[in-house]
T-cell receptor, first 118, second 121 residues
Framework: AQKITQTQPGMFVQEKEAVTLDCTYD???????LFWYKQPSSGEMIFLIY??????QNATEGRYSLNFQKARKSANLVISASQLGDSAMYFC???????????????FGQGTILTVHP | GAVVSQHPSRVICKSGTSVKIECRSL??????MFWYRQFPKKSLMLMAT?????????EQGVEKDKFLINHASLTLSTLTVTSAHPEDSSFYIC?????????????????FGPGTRLTVT
């Protein structure tokens, strides 16, 4: 079963406007972490924001904020004041709890291609 | 801090040859490194988890004998694609989980290398 779901293959936004990228997840763990990464055409993965399952406040990092709704198992990324340089592929990822040698491995969603129009 | 490098960034090889990709954590020690594979405009698929000093843990469906992973030190993991074929052409990305020596970073965060684009002709 898909553990991380991004239902928007592509999104368009006007420069300077805000945009929300959707992400839902499924896990039976109580302890988990949710990440958002940006991948421009160069291919590098750029860490944007992190939300721990026990964090009571929504994470924010500059223009990025994570709308964490635990009961709905959603972790949407909100980008405010979009810039042309925000055009890229965006991935939501989850790290499930537990120990062992595979601790820390991430499961990624399908990705959303964001295009910012001038 | 928290820089991960990969070498080479691009490689073209002939079918049947082997290719080695290096992943290095430059300013921190990474007891765990991860190898991902990504097809164009697709998601990252975890191939294996590499732990220093022990055998790698492969994800279901990944051929251990084809994708050899060695994590010889706390700063270096290598992925060798043996007897490469055109279907192995892909973007390979490594990541390292933050650990000892990581200044200014977070232990939960994974730091990704820039990726290696492999083309097998």
């Amino acid at each position: 079963a898909q553990k991380i779901t991004q239902t928007q293959p592509g999104m368009f936004v006007q420069e300077k406007e805000a945009v929300t990228l959707d992400c839902t997840y499924d896990t039976s763990d109580q302890s988990y972490g949710l990440f958002w990464y940006k991948q421009p055409s160069s291919g590098e993965m750029i860490f944007l924001i992190y939300q721990g399952s026990y964090d009571e406040q929504n994470a924010t990092e500059g223009r990025y904020s994570l709308n964490f709704q635990k009961a709905r198992k959603s972790a949407n990324l909100v980008i405010s004041a979009s810039q042309l340089g925000d055009s890229a592929m965006y991935f939501c990822a989850m790290r499930e709890g537990g120990g062992g040698t595979s601790y820390g491995k991430l499961t990624f969603g399908q990705g959303t291609i964001l295009t910012v129009h001038p | 801090g928290a820089v991960v490098s990969q070498h080479p960034s691009r490689v073209i090889c002939k079918s049947g040859t082997s290719v080695k990709i290096e992943c290095r954590s430059l300013d921190f020690q990474a007891t765990t490194m991860f190898w991902y594979r990504q097809f164009p405009k697709k998601s990252l698929m975890l191939m294996a988890t590499s732990n220093e000093g022990s055998k790698a843990t492969y994800e279901q469906g990944v051929e251990k004998d084809k994708f050899l992973i060695n994590h010889a030190s706390l700063t270096l993991s290598t992925l060798t694609v043996t007897s490469a074929h055109p279907e192995d052409s892909s973007f390979y990305i490594c990541s390292a989980r933050g650990g000892a020596g990581l200044a200014g970073g977070n232990s939960y965060e994974q730091y990704f290398g820039p990726g290696t684009r492999l083309t097998v002709t």
